[in-house]
């Protein structure tokens, strides 16, 4: 029985892990628990399978168990658009969970052998090493901050790749967890939510260190200071600090007015031209209430694809939308089908009284959402995407930023899942753009939480090219998010559901002149950085197992 259990505990802990990592996101939204949800799996990997013969297959495995347990719990929204998709699907994701686990059990510390890391915290320390010949590397600072920096790194490195590899899918990153907690995501500003995800996994490695290090000291009976956790407990106040200082070193913003549609229009009605009059309805009215909402509005905002026919070719559509500007003498930004003789866009317009409508087209589309990767070539990923996505959309090569009338304004267009992209956003915000605006349906996943995950990725957009966002979603979430990343407004029904149609109209503070914050003039230099740290790592780890004979597992 015990030997069953010592065999069994590791895939739990495993298991464990992705549970509780997934219970930190939304729906769940218990964002304490991303600060240990690693922690078992590290403990699983670092303690345990002394006697396999392939070790390094053991812990990919477990990392790839944590990883599906994971993705398969927080991504089951995907059921409503098509259950096998999100079936197969994870089964890619889980690999970045693998990768990391096998290099944490390549960098697991043995007895009565030195490693790369007790070489490198031993020129760190610039002193003799801490722990005697046969003593735990574990009773060492050093040697427990060093491996936590590269345990984060290449955390951070893997969540990267994760977010631009085919066509790239990065949402729900550990730093993620923390969206409603404003404090500790300023570092965004610099970092991007990358920075966010390092201090979680930082903070996960340190404890599982911890924990190790008192069992050592409780067998020896030897206490020693513990300057690794002190260290990362004076770096978790300085991140919280840092984030109470950036309310006081905003910049200088003005009012703008602003006013948004939550249509809640079905998805089987959304293109079906045979409602094309219900909807111009439920449109008109919808704009009435928003605009009455305030004294005077700015702009009037209609979510994605708001419009069943192509609002530039379709006349009777045209005309509807300009009536609507003219009405009420507002400027209107709406999702729109933009068409030519032989491609089609998910577009953005923009409609002003008396003046040329401006157009943005997608730049990023999301596989198995607009276009199907290898349709004719592989028609199994036709198969997973079901009907949901009968022809392809094409993709835009232009950041175009709208401009308000009266120079109230610059705006950036963001459609959908691009409001989750950061290096796409600040694209936007380099050509000139004071305003993030997101134009999104998020019907297709029903009252699920992908919404609320939407919301809570594309938070971190705000803090890190410091530039509020507005959101009108066919479906929710609509709300207005300040350039901290705090969601100052939402629309709610009186049951505080957040799916019903309705209006929701306020100020927003934006900038006159937005400050370039580092993110928004470099990217994921951060993220790049510690690739390249993991890497070098790595190298030097196999260089010494190459020249050593090789590591026994």
């Not at 693998?98 to 697991?108: D, P, T, V």
């Not at 401006?358 to 607009?370: A, C, N, S, T, W």
């Amino acid at each position: 029985m015990k030997e069953w259990a010592l065999r069994l505990w590791p895939w739990l802990a495993a298991i464990i892990s992705g549970l509780l990592a997934a219970a930190a996101l939304p729906p769940f939204d218990q964002a304490w628990l991303i600060w240990i949800a690693l922690v078992p799996l590290t403990l699983a990997i670092f303690c345990s399978g002394e006697k396999p013969r392939r070790l390094w297959l053991r812990n990919l495995l477990l990392g790839y168990v944590a990883g599906l347990t994971f993705f398969w719990t927080c991504f089951f929204w995907l059921t409503t658009v098509s259950a096998l998709g999100w079936f197969v699907m994870q089964f890619y994701l889980a690999l970045y969970w693998a990768a990391w686990s096998w290099f944490c059990g390549w960098m697991r510390p043995r007895r009565k052998q030195v490693t790369v890391v007790d070489k490198w915290t031993e020129t760190l320390a610039k002193a003799k090493p801490q722990t005697a010949p046969g003593d735990s590397p574990w009773l060492s600072s050093v040697h427990n901050l060093f491996l936590a920096l590269a345990l984060g790194a290449t955390w951070v490195a893997l969540e990267w790749t994760r977010g631009w590899l085919m066509s790239g899918f990065g949402w729900n990153g550990l730093g993620v967890a923390l969206h409603a907690t404003w404090p500790m995501i300023q570092i965004a500003e610099w970092t991007g939510v990358a920075g966010v995800t390092f201090v979680v996994m930082f903070c996960n490695a340190i404890l599982a260190a911890t924990v190790l290090r008192l069992c050592q000291e409780t067998r020896s009976r030897i206490m020693r200071p513990h300057f690794d956790l002190t260290l990362t407990l004076v770096g978790l106040v300085a991140v919280f600090a840092f984030g109470l200082h950036s309310v006081q070193s905003r910049a200088e913003t003005r009012p703008l007015r602003v006013a948004l549609v939550q249509s809640n229009v079905a998805r089987e009605e959304k293109f079906d031209l045979q409602f094309q009059q219900k909807i111009f309805d439920k449109f008109s009215h919808l704009s009435q209430v928003a605009v009455g909402s305030l004294a005077k509005v700015d702009l009037l905002i209609w979510p994605e694809s708001a419009m069943p026919a192509p609002v530039l070719e379709n006349r009777q559509t045209f005309d509807f939308v300009n009536r609507i500007a003219d009405q009420y003498r507002v400027d209107l930004l709406l999702g729109a089908i933009d068409e030519e003789p032989t491609r089609v866009y998910n577009a953005a317009l923009l409609i002003r009284s008396g003046a040329e409508p401006q157009i943005y087209r997608k730049v990023h589309l999301v596989p198995f959402g607009e276009y199907i990767p290898f349709r004719h070539s592989f028609p199994l990923f036709a198969e997973i995407a079901g009907d949901q996505v009968p022809e392809d959309f094409d993709a835009g090569d232009e950041y175009t930023v709208f401009d308000l009338s009266n120079d109230r304004g610059r705006v950036a267009p963001l459609i959908c899942f691009e409001d989750t992209l950061g290096e796409l956003t600040r694209q936007f915000v380099l050509n000139g753009a004071q305003l993030l605006v997101t134009v999104t349906n998020d019907g297709w996943f029903l009252h699920s939480a992908g919404s609320r995950q939407h919301l809570a990725n594309a938070i971190f957009r705000c803090v890190e090219t410091r530039c509020p966002m507005v959101r009108a979603a066919n479906t929710g979430v609509t709300c207005i998010v300040n350039d901290l990343g705090r969601v100052t407004q939402i629309l709610r029904d009186d049951r505080g559901s957040t799916f019903e149609d309705g209006t929701l109209a306020g100020e927003v503070n934006v900038p006159t002149t937005p400050p370039l914050t580092f993110y928004t003039r470099h990217g994921d230099l951060f993220a790049k950085v510690c690739a390249a740290v993991a890497i070098a790592i790595l190298l030097i780890q196999v260089s010494r197992h190459l020249v050593g004979g090789g590591r026994k597992s």
